[in-house]
């Protein structure tokens, strides 16, 4: 029996998030999409869902009103607002699923937190730590013994090496990459196209080759 499953968030990454429920569901029906929520949906995303046979079920206070056996999952970018969304819904006792796509590989010893999300194309090794509502975008690549914290968001094409542990609600550019055996620390920003090579202090923005 299919799950049944809102995605928080009509915008590009919450439709993205319906391809990676569509392509599991190809291989096994798994979830059943209710359909999303959001509190501020533009037209253009309105229209978007609606060509693909889904709908707009409300704001966020839709889903804290809902049966409880309806999970959730968030596509929204900011892991700011996603840990604000993820404590309200907790408290009201829902529970979020996890997602990961099937053309992801996932190897050994690699714990996944509840609401994480795994796009097409991401490689992750060995023995790392993904927290809660983490998003892995499409093609990114996780090296060994690394630690995601919650809320984290790694947008697409990314490579972190091996031994990185990267803070709850940071940010990991489109095409950058983080060397080895470094710490970014929480709610820090690192730019699209940059080369970490020392460690980045909490609540920085980085941007560069070397980033600085």
Known sequence: MSSRLVIIGCGGFGREVHDVVDAINRLAPTFEVVGYVDDSPSRANLDLIESRGSTLLGSLDWLSEADQ?????IGIGSGKVRRAIDRRLLEGGYESSTL???????????????????????RVTTNISIGRHVHLNLNSTIGHDSILEDYVTVNPLVAIS???????????????????????????????????????????VVKGVPAR
């Open 162 to 204: 091996g031994e990185v542990r990267i803070g709850a609600e940071s940010m990991v550019g489109t095409h950058s990459a983080v060397l080895q055996r470094l710490r970014i620390g929480d709610r820090a920003v690192v730019g699209a196209g940059a080369c970490v090579v020392r460690d980045v202090p909490a609540d920085a």
């Open 69 to 73: 056996t309806i999970s959730y999952v």
């Open 100 to 122: 990961i796509h099937p053309d992801a590989s996932v190897g050994h010893d690699v714990r996944v937190g509840a609401g994480s999300v795994i796009c097409a194309g991401v």
